[in-house]
């Protein structure tokens, strides 16, 4: 079964309780199919959303600060301590250079923590690679958000992200996202030898997150 990355963002709908209300519905989905669904919900909402689901929760962004004197960043052990079970790195919405990536990159792997490190381009998926997270996700920018996937769009970039990322290390699995909404779009990415998708608008803004889910897994 193809693994399905949830990005919450910072949509209106998973506001406060509205977090935990999805990731309530991932959790059910994920016990019921046994896919392997994981959900960066919003900062603000991870440990409360750690405490009460069994799927993995990521956090969306982390610093590449230490445990100290450090005002409004977010460490990685603050994240293992909140329940976190992962991290989201080098979102283009969040974009870090890739010294910042390396170090945290680095650091998840002694605290335990697991890695989704996006990309924006072949090239970029191919350093991203050498650092050895355990996800790489291919995102053209200019698809985020939209309706159409970059599995129609440029289904090349994400064939071209596998056949590097495996080139330089075949542990490292490869998601892809932007415009993913249905079923479709995750066949056709697995078809281009991605293990699964990263997604976000598709499930957050749905009237039902629980259709969308079980859509975007072929039941
Ligand atoms: O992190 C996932 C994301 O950037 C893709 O967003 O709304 O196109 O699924 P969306």
Redesign the pocket.
């Known amino acids: 079964m193809p693994i399905i990355a949830v990005?919450f963002k910072v949509y209106p709908q998973v506001m406060g309780a509205g977090a935990l209300r999805l990731a309530k519905i991932c959790d059910e989905v994920a016990s019921k199919t046994g896919a392997q669904i994981i959900i960066a919900p919003p900062m603000t909402e991870l440990s409360r959303v750690a405490a009460e689901v069994d799927i993995p929760v990521f956090a969306q962004h982390a610093d590449p600060a230490r445990v100290g004197s450090s005002t409004g960043h977010v460490p990685l052990e603050f994240i293992r301590e909140s329940g976190g079970s992962g991290v989201i790195i080098n979102?283009?919405?969040h974009r870090m250079g890739m010294a910042d990536i390396e170090f945290l990159v680095k650091k998840s792997k002694y605290l335990s923590l697991e890695t989704i490190v996006?990309t924006n381009n072949v090239p970029v998926s191919a350093a991203a690679a050498a650092f050895n997270p355990n996800y790489v996700a291919i995102?053209p920018p200019e698809?985020?958000?939209?309706d159409i996937s970059v599995t129609s769009v440029d289904p090349s970039i994400v064939s071209n992200s596998v056949k590097e990322v495996k080139r330089i290390s075949s542990d490292v699995a490869v998601l892809c996202?932007?415009?993913?909404k249905k079923g479709e779009d995750v066949k056709k990415a697995v078809e281009l030898g991605a293990e699964g998708v990263?997604?976000?608008?598709?499930v957050v803004k749905a009237e039902d997150p629980k259709e969308v889910l079980l859509d975007l897994l072929g039941c």
């Open positions: 990005n979102h283009s919405e996006c995102e698809l985020i958000g939209g996202g932007a415009g993913v990263l997604l976000a608008s598709g």
